[in-house]
């Protein structure tokens, strides 16, 4: 496959031959993940959410074991919110497992009350509704769910279609999502995505490519999100504490300790009652 320029909007010759050598490339070398053995739209939320800037390695024994608690909305609404947090612990970037948590409170509530089964939506409007369900999700779900010919632009989707269709590498996300759209095999939807996105972690990686993504997240280690994986793992972890005593514990201050338990109660993660932070 080649990256040579191209002019915008790229040729139908190009977009078929590209079609053609990226589907018969993921029928020889697509990966064997577990959620691609299921078209159960909560489970491929739950993949969506945790692959959010996760490794496939570390989500996928994770997402197993998920599905294994909790198999389908109903269960999940019904949990705790400190329960669903003590199963993401390790995956980081704690507020995507609040939104799953309410997405799924969200759609079993409105479900028991009109006397019916708990069901993610089947449009991209009715998914984008729900809390945490973003553009490039709903379309996700929509696409490994019901093979919907859909277009959903992640990082290794803009670099492969960048590098195969000759893009400007700051192509917006707008025109992006429009080349998109057009390169859509319609019908094929699911392997399509499937391919694009394996191409991409496999074989024509960022490195390879010099296509830098848009997002770079900096190092956890000695940041100011591991200080609040740090803290919230205390609090899940021995109950409702104070200030100083988490100050204490987490070898800091009381004022750091303020700053951090601000942002945690602005994500929705904590709650501060009678002088003590609790699981929100």
Known sequence: MTGASTSLPPSDARVRALRARLLGWYE?????????????????????VM???????????????????????ESLAAASFREVLLRWQGLGYN???LRLHRCAVAVTGSATAAGARARLPRTLDGLQ???????????AVLVFAHNADVAAVDA??????????????????????TVADAALPRGRSRDWHNGLMDYGALVLTARSSGIASRRRQGPFQGSRRQRRARLLRRVLAHGPLTLPELATALETTTAEV???????????????SEGRVHVA
């Open 28 to 48: 020889e070398n697509g990966r064997d993940l577990p959620w691609r053995r299921t078209t159960d739209p909560y489970a491929i939320l739950v993949s969506e």
């Open 51 to 73: 692959l959010q800037q996760t490794p496939v390695s570390r989500v996928v024994p994770r997402y197993e074991e998920w599905l294994r608690v909790w198999p389908d909305l």
């Open 156 to 177: 290794n989707v803009r670099r492969v279609l960048t590098h195969e269709l000759g893009l400007p590498h700051d192509l917006g996300p707008k025109d992006l999502q």
């Open 258 to 272: 303020t700053d951090l338990v601000a942002l945690l109660h602005r994500d929705g993660l904590v709650r501060t």
């Open 95 to 97: 507020n995507r497992a």
């Open 129 to 139: 509704a729900l809390p945490g369900v973003g553009p490039y999700t709903a379309r």
